[in-house]
C-alpha cells in the first residue's frame, strides 16, 4: 500500500532517555515533515526536510534530532527525554511546490514520557 | 504569515441535521486552505483543499467548503451529519508560496447525537 508509515505507534518511556520514531513514504514525495500534537490537539510543525535537505526547523529544543538518510524517510530522535515531550508525533510527506499535492500524514506515535 | 482560527472547539449536532464548521484565515500571500479530518488514534486524512481554482470546492464524505475572500473564511458544511462524522476537524493554511508546510487551527471535536 502507498502510505506513510511511522513506527513505533506508541512509545512509553522514562525520563532521561534517548529514542528514535522512524517514518518511511513511499509516495515518491520529495518532501517530508515532523508535525507535535499536544494533548489539547495543537498541531504544530517541528521540521521539514526537502530532498534530505532541511528546510524548517522551528523553535525545538535541539535534543530533538532530525535524520533524513534519503527523501523516503525521515527520522526523529529525541535526547534526554523530558515530561513535556508526551504527545502525539506524526510524520507527513508532500511534493514541494505542488499545491495539488497536499500533506499526507502517518497514523502517529504516542509518545508518553513517565 | 499565514495562521488560521477555529470557532468553536466542539460542535454538536443531531443525526441528519446541517454541519457547519467555521475557519477564518489570515494570511499575507494568497492563501491555500485545506480541512482535514482526524478520527480517534489515526493521523489526519484530507477533506478537501482550496487552491485558488473555484471557490466552492467539494471534498470526499459529502462535505465542501467556499473559500469568501471578503470574509477571510473557509467554512465546512455538509447538509446532513452522519454519525460516521464524528471526528477532530483541523482547518490549515499553507506556509510560503512552495514550500507546503501546513499552518492548523486548533481544531473542531464534531460530536453527532443520534
Known amino acids: 500500500d502507498t502510505a506513510v508509515s511511522q513506527t513505533p505507534k506508541y512509545l512509553v518511556t522514562q525520563m532521561g532517555n534517548d529514542k528514535s520514531i522512524k517514518c518511511e513514504q513511499n509516495l515518491g514525495h520529495d518532501t517530508m515533515y515532523w508535525y507535535k500534537q499536544d494533548s489539547k490537539k495543537f498541531l504544530k510543525i517541528m521540521f521539514s526536510y526537502n530532498n534530505k535537505e532541511l528546510i524548517i526547523n522551528e523553535t525545538v529544543p535541539n535534543r530533538f534530532s532530525p535524520k533524513s538518510p534519503d527523501k523516503a524517510h525521515l527520522n526523529l530522535h529525541i535526547n534526554s527525554l523530558e515530561l513535556g515531550d508526551s504527545a502525539v508525533y506524526f510524520c507527513a510527506s508532500s511534493q514541494r511546490g505542488n499545491h495539488n499535492s497536499p500533506l499526507h500524514f502517518g497514523n502517529g506515535t504516542r509518545l508518553t514520557v513517565t | 504569515a499565514q495562521s488560521v482560527t477555529q470557532l468553536g472547539s466542539h460542535v454538536s449536532v443531531s443525526e441528519g441535521a446541517l454541519v457547519l464548521l467555521r475557519c477564518n484565515y489570515s494570511?499575507?500571500?494568497?492563501?491555500?486552505l485545506f480541512w482535514y479530518v482526524q478520527y480517534p488514534n489515526q493521523g489526519l486524512q484530507l477533506l478537501l483543499k482550496?487552491?485558488?481554482?473555484?471557490?466552492l470546492v467539494k471534498g470526499i464524505n459529502g462535505f465542501e467548503a467556499e473559500f469568501k475572500k471578503s470574509e477571510t473564511s473557509f467554512h465546512l458544511t455538509k447538509p446532513s451529519a452522519h454519525m460516521s462524522d464524528a471526528a477532530e476537524y483541523f482547518c490549515a493554511v499553507s506556509g510560503q508560496t512552495g514550500a507546503n508546510n501546513l499552518f492548523f487551527g486548533t481544531g473542531t471535536r464534531l460530536t453527532v447525537i443520534p
Open positions: 494570511s499575507s500571500v494568497p492563501p491555500y
Open positions: 482550496y487552491t485558488s481554482a473555484a471557490t
